[in-house]
Structure formats: structure tokens, C-alpha cells
């Protein structure tokens, strides 16, 4: 069995979120491993909420023209 803990963005479906998350980690573990999987365990922990408070990186504008 393989256990996943995750945070996911809002808005966002949780169980979609949580199925993509396990059928990635399933085709992984055979693919890239070759391990066959018997369960994959999804536990979303938490709910990330953008929130004014994020900065968020923007590319540094030339000060020279």
C-alpha cells in the first residue's frame, strides 16, 4: 500500500483532486518501478486558500532603458 498526504489549492474538486493523485502514484508505481500496488491512500490535509498575505513572484522589470 502506498499512503499520500497532500494540500490542495482552492477552488478545487477534492475528489478529483484525490483521484488524479492516486492514479498517478498507481501508473508510477508500475511504470517507473514496476511494483504492482494493491491500495493507494489520498489524504487531503489541508485546503491552501489564496489570500491577499500571498506574494507572488513576478519577473524583475529592467530598471535601464
Known sequence: AVDVTIV?????????????????????????????VTEVNVTINDVHVPSDDDVVASPLEARVE
Open 8 to 36: 490542495a489549492d482552492y477552488p478545487v474538486s477534492l475528489q478529483k483532486v484525490a483521484d488524479d493523485v492516486r492514479a498517478a502514484v498507481h501508473r508510477a508505481m508500475v511504470d517507473l518501478v514496476g511494483m504492482q
